[in-house]
């Protein structure tokens, strides 16, 4: 049974639907860069939870992730209301999502550790459950609003434009306002009084970030596509489900953004470590890092959809994901064979400045692509199923988005764990060999992770001449007219047969 397709001339996108859609990546980024950022340090140097009990938390968490967001996914492709199949879960999460991002922040104090580890669980699966009921169908919007393949990445360049404020603006708030280090040594990401402010900002800018690309975006709903009328079974759900996630370009394009998204997500657990730490920066050295990061996501934005264009999606996306990842590995690589500038001097800081902003420009780049031709599997789907699941396809990019805080935040505690670093550690008082360990463990793994995404985009198979086909099939069954001739060599199609309905 085919969903009902959208009406095939909708109106053009405004610069204000287009902004108002857009904004809401603020929320779900301003959420992935504070867990993964600031978690850790928070729950193990504040609140004093070890480092594997805050990681075996996450693990938990990411498995009950893995249950929800295909099932959210599913449901919201099939969801029939007046608004539409993805607003009313976008709405729903607004302020539920907010309040549990506080809380998180926000832990009792006097507690023993096990009641601070189950109150620590309760929130982080509360902020990742309330994400999906966002987050994922905010995502699915994207291949419909816009369904050309530049258009697409343009749209998505937008998106990450807020990302990148929401995540990382946010983190330069942190640095220089809300946990800046006071002139007299008080304060700072090791203060616990920051973060009250910290977590409030947040989650007001999550609650208003929602309600603005949710609301904003409700003109919309009429020339979306509709579910289909049906009561599905579980089993037939689940063959659905199967039949849809088995495609090529779905499996390797997934596959490399869970590898990534674990890569980076270890890098920014471990990332004010090396900070404070390895390089010995102040907390106003780290605010301009985070800065120069801003810009280099910027900038990232408008070198995608140059790239996109010239290159295509998929040798874009690996030129500038394999140039990121040589940028970002020199400054450690120098230091651990000895040609690395001393701590505290001027080189060391145009060394690090500079790898920030050329790996930020081209890590952002890389992020909108990738988002990018996962979109586009959207249409080969439906050509190959009949049937349009962009909350199915999207459920796996918002899973591997959670598995930056996630199992890749769990491989960060557990690389601190295993080089035994010390708690309530203060600055240039960590033994050498320790920092040593952490950088000799830091390269092989981010190399390993990185190199093995590489290596799973180069078997992506759809480009703009496939793209373009996929549409034209699609708008000719829509029409109900023949497939022209030079589709007749495109690979067969042929919808499921209907599903059995519940009586």
Same mark, same amino acid.
């Given at each position: 049974?085919?969903?009902?397709?959208?009406?095939?001339?909708?109106?053009?996108?405004?610069?204000?639907?287009?902004?108002?859609?857009?904004?809401? =990546?603020?929320?779900?980024?301003?959420?992935?860069?504070?867990?993964?950022? +600031?978690?850790?340090?928070?729950?193990?140097?504040?609140?004093?939870?070890?480092?594997?009990?805050?990681?075996?938390?996450?693990?938990?968490?990411?498995?009950?992730?893995?249950?929800?967001?295909?099932?959210?996914?599913?449901?919201?492709?099939?969801?029939?209301?007046?608004?539409?199949?993805?607003?009313?879960?976008?709405?729903?999460? /607004?302020?539920?999502?907010?309040?549990?991002? +506080?809380? *998180?922040?926000?832990?009792?104090?006097?507690?023993?550790?096990?009641?601070?580890?189950?109150?620590?669980?309760?929130?982080?699966?509360?902020?990742?459950?309330?994400?999906?009921?966002?987050?994922?169908?905010?995502?699915? @919007? %994207?291949?419909?609003?816009?369904?050309?393949?530049?258009?697409? &990445?343009?749209?998505?360049?937008?998106?990450?434009?807020?990302?990148?404020?929401?995540?990382?603006?946010?983190?330069?708030?942190?640095?220089?306002?809300?946990?800046?280090?006071?002139?007299?040594?008080?304060?700072?990401?090791?203060?616990?009084?920051?973060? +009250?402010?910290?977590?409030?900002?947040?989650?007001? #800018?999550?609650?208003? /970030?929602?309600?603005?690309?949710?609301?904003? &975006?409700?003109?919309?709903?009429?020339? @979306?596509?509709? =579910?289909?009328?049906?009561?599905?079974? @579980?089993? %037939?759900?689940?063959?659905?489900?199967?039949?849809?996630?088995?495609?090529? /370009?779905? *499996?390797?394009?997934?596959?490399?953004?869970?590898?990534? /998204?674990?890569?980076?997500? =270890?890098?920014?657990?471990?990332? #004010?470590?090396?900070?404070?730490?390895?390089?010995?920066?102040?907390?106003?050295? @780290?605010?301009?890092?985070?800065?120069?990061?801003?810009?280099?996501?910027?900038?990232?934005?408008?070198?995608?959809?140059?790239?996109?264009?010239?290159?295509?999606?998929?040798?874009?996306?690996?030129?500038?994901?394999?140039?990121?990842? *040589?940028?970002?590995?020199?400054?450690?690589?120098?230091?651990?064979?000895?040609?690395?500038?001393?701590?505290?001097?001027?080189?060391?800081?145009?060394?690090?400045?500079?790898?920030? #902003?050329?790996?930020?420009?081209?890590?952002?780049?890389?992020?909108?692509?990738?988002?990018?031709?996962?979109?586009?599997?959207?249409?080969?789907?439906?050509?190959?199923?009949?049937?349009?699941?962009?909350?199915?396809?999207?459920?796996?990019?918002?899973?591997?988005?959670?598995?930056?805080?996630?199992?890749?935040?769990?491989?960060?505690?557990?690389?601190?764990?295993?080089?035994d670093f010390p708690e309530k550690a203060e600055r240039a008082q960590v033994p050498p060999e320790v920092l040593h360990s952490l950088g000799l463990a830091y390269i092989p793994t981010i190399l390993g992770l990185y190199g093995t995404a590489i290596l799973c985009l180069l078997a992506y198979n759809i480009g703009r001449h496939q793209h373009e086909e996929n549409l034209r099939t699609l708008a000719a069954r829509q029409a109900g007219e023949a497939l022209p001739a030079d589709a007749a060599d495109a690979p067969a199609a042929t919808p499921d047969a209907p599903l059995p309905l519940k009586p």
């Amino acid at each position: 049974m085919l969903a009902t397709p959208a009406a095939p001339d909708g109106p053009r996108l405004g610069l204000g639907v287009k902004l108002a859609y857009a904004v809401g =990546a603020t929320a779900t980024n301003l959420k992935v860069r504070a867990l993964s950022t +600031f978690l850790v340090i928070f729950y193990n140097q504040v609140v004093g939870l070890p480092p594997h009990t805050v990681g075996l938390i996450l693990m938990i968490a990411l498995v009950v992730d893995a249950v929800v967001d295909p099932l959210v996914g599913q449901i919201s492709d099939n969801f029939r209301s007046n608004w539409g199949r993805r607003h009313p879960f976008m709405l729903a999460a /607004a302020l539920p999502y907010a309040i549990a991002f +506080f809380a *998180l922040w926000n832990p009792p104090t006097g507690w023993s550790d096990q009641a601070l580890a189950v109150y620590l669980a309760v929130c982080v699966i509360a902020v990742r459950v309330f994400d999906t009921f966002f987050e994922l169908p905010h995502q699915a @919007l %994207a291949p419909e609003l816009a369904r050309g393949y530049d258009e697409r &990445t343009n749209l998505l360049s937008m998106r990450h434009f807020f990302m990148v404020a929401g995540g990382l603006g946010m983190t330069v708030l942190a640095y220089q306002v809300f946990l800046r280090e006071r002139p007299d040594g008080t304060g700072g990401v090791l203060a616990r009084d920051g973060y +009250f402010s910290y977590s409030l900002t947040g989650a007001l #800018i999550i609650l208003g /970030a929602i309600l603005v690309s949710a609301l904003g &975006t409700l003109r919309c709903i009429p020339h @979306l596509h509709q =579910a289909p009328v049906r009561r599905i079974t @579980l089993p %037939a759900m689940l063959r659905e489900m199967a039949a849809t996630l088995n495609n090529r /370009a779905f *499996l390797v394009s997934t596959l490399a953004a869970l590898l990534i /998204a674990v890569a980076v997500g =270890a890098r920014n657990g471990l990332e #004010i470590y090396f900070g404070l730490y390895f390089w010995e920066l102040t907390q106003a050295q @780290l605010a301009t890092l985070a800065t120069t990061s801003v810009i280099g996501g910027f900038l990232g934005v408008f070198l995608a959809p140059v790239v996109g264009r010239t290159m295509g999606k998929k040798w874009g996306v690996i030129a500038v994901f394999g140039s990121a990842v *040589l940028v970002h590995v020199t400054p450690v690589s120098l230091r651990l064979l000895g040609l690395a500038p001393e701590n505290g001097t001027p080189e060391l800081l145009a060394l690090l400045y500079g790898e920030e #902003i050329i790996n930020a420009t081209l890590a952002a780049a890389t992020a909108v692509l990738l988002f990018a031709i996962l979109a586009d599997v959207v249409e080969d789907a439906e050509v190959k199923t009949g049937r349009r699941s962009e909350g199915l396809l999207l459920s796996a990019q918002n899973l591997f988005r959670k598995a930056i805080s996630g199992l890749g935040v769990f491989i960060a505690t557990t690389v601190l764990t295993v080089i035994d670093f010390p708690e309530k550690a203060e600055r240039a008082q960590v033994p050498p060999e320790v920092l040593h360990s952490l950088g000799l463990a830091y390269i092989p793994t981010i190399l390993g992770l990185y190199g093995t995404a590489i290596l799973c985009l180069l078997a992506y198979n759809i480009g703009r001449h496939q793209h373009e086909e996929n549409l034209r099939t699609l708008a000719a069954r829509q029409a109900g007219e023949a497939l022209p001739a030079d589709a007749a060599d495109a690979p067969a199609a042929t919808p499921d047969a209907p599903l059995p309905l519940k009586p």
